[in-house]
């Protein structure tokens, strides 16, 4: 094992947006990084098999499930590739100036919306609706080739945050996969090592600098591992349904998810138009029982709901997720499934039906101003969090776009 017993002069664990943007940025200021992987670096595409084989879940109160990637590049390897801008207020009330960060990333990746001849007919459809009935129904930014983007939806129109990981590489990281760290080894002086899972046996890399990034329920995990217990707590994931219904002069195959929508609305939810895979639509009108409709895929328009979820879940240390939705949690979604029906039947679908809620977004597990101080560092010395764990509010938005600016900003304070 090329990484074992070898001094770094950063490790970085987990590799989804938040880690691969601080990988990429340490390596191009030349320095020496490992990058530890849990997942492989197989290739992913669109396909059920691929993804269902990168694809993790965690099942919080009452058997919702939160969807995450186990792969070089994390869950944006699963993503919809909105690319959402920052809070900064939230962030500069928490002693973070991110704007600088967010414009350097911009010229990093590719941001564009979905080109005018790429959007499908459902969306198509559902963007003149919800215009009619005086929705703000904006087009989103995504993180895209635009110039690859046709109606098929290939899947390597969409950037995600393997192309970091891969960057970082050239520049000499050394990306180590399926290896599982388990703690962070430290002493008074602070960080010193990282111990991991890998083929089998366990294995030591040297650092004084460790970042995690191994997302908002395995950060935690780790952090309660290495003695900080603080971590785990505050967690949160914003729930999210489809809402669903077929309409007459629609015969579509899948297209560009999240093309357009309301991002965010004072009642604190957020609405766009959806694309089901066939096998996710069939099984919502199944869980509802309105198996009427499974022969309906081609017909149907669908509109995703995200409400804003509150801060007060756990992580327990073997990561067991505790939260269940309050009741203004299902409030806020109830009132954003009215407004996507609404808008459904206003573009003429009939026997319109939603889905079980999932869990999006997990984090909040070690906020700023709790366990990482404005500098994402934790109590230990040289101990860094760079994930969406991070996230010191509730706020209800996909965080892709922000965590790569942390990470950033993080590479910029670790090589001033
Ligand atoms: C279906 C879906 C659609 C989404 N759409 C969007 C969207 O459109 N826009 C957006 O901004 N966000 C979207 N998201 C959310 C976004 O993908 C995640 O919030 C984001 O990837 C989180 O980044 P992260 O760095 O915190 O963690 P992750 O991306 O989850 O990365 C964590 C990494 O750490 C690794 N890891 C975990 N534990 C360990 C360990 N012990 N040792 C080593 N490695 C470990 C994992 O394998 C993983 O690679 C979506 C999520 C889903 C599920």
Request: charged residues 25%.
């Amino acid at each position: 094992m090329s990484a074992a017993n070898r001094q770094f002069d950063a490790i970085i664990v987990g590799s989804g947006p938040g880690g691969a943007s601080v990988a990429r940025a340490l390596s191009l200021r030349g320095k020496h990084v490992l990058v530890l992987e849990a997942g492989s670096d197989a290739p992913v595409d669109d396909s059920l098999w691929t993804q269902a084989r990168v694809m993790r879940m965690n099942f919080i109160g009452g058997g919702v499930p939160i969807i995450k990637g186990i792969t070089s590049g994390g869950t944006s390897m699963l993503y919809f590739a909105c690319a959402v801008e920052p809070p900064l207020d939230l962030f500069r009330r928490h002693g973070i100036e991110l704007a600088e960060y967010v414009e350097q990333v911009r010229k990093e990746v590719p941001i564009a919306p979905i080109p005018e001849q790429a959007i499908g007919p459902r969306a198509r459809r559902i963007f003149q609706s919800a215009r009619d009935l005086g929705y703000d129904w904006e087009p989103i930014q995504k993180f895209v080739y635009a110039r690859r983007c046709d109606t098929s939806v290939p899947y390597n129109a969409r950037w995600n945050a393997r192309s970091f990981v891969q960057e970082a590489c050239r520049n000499g990281a050394v990306l180590e996969t399926r290896a599982n760290v388990t703690r962070i080894l430290s002493d008074d002086l602070g960080v010193r090592a990282v111990e991991f899972r890998q083929s089998g046996a366990t294995h030591r890399a040297e650092a004084e600098v460790v970042v995690l990034a191994a997302g908002g329920v395995g950060s935690a995990q780790l952090l309660r591992a290495s003695g900080i217990e603080r971590a785990g707590r505050g967690f949160f994931c914003d729930p999210v349904i489809s809402v669903s219904g077929a309409v007459d002069g629609i015969d579509a195959a899948r297209e560009h998810p999240m093309v357009a929508g309301v991002l965010s609305s004072d009642e604190g939810f957020m609405l766009a138009d959806m694309t089901l895979h066939p096998a996710q639509y069939w099984l919502s009108a199944a869980q509802r029982l309105h198996l009427d409709q499974l022969p309906h895929y081609r017909k149907a328009l669908t509109i995703m709901v995200k409400a804003r979820d509150e801060i007060d879940g756990t992580i327990s240390r073997k990561g067991r997720v505790r939260r269940t939705f309050s009741h203004e949690d299902q409030e806020r979604l109830r009132r954003g499934r009215e407004c996507a029906s609404e808008i459904l039947e206003n573009a003429g679908a009939k026997r319109i039906f939603h889905s079980f809620p999932i869990g999006a977004h997990p984090g909040g597990t070690a906020r700023v101003g709790d366990v990482v101080d404005a500098n994402l560092q934790t109590e230990i010395e040289g101990l860094f969090v760079c994930d969406c764990s991070v996230i010191p509010e509730p706020w209800g938005r996909p965080p892709s776009l922000t965590l790569l600016a942390l990470g950033s900003r993080l590479a910029a304070y670790l090589d001033a």
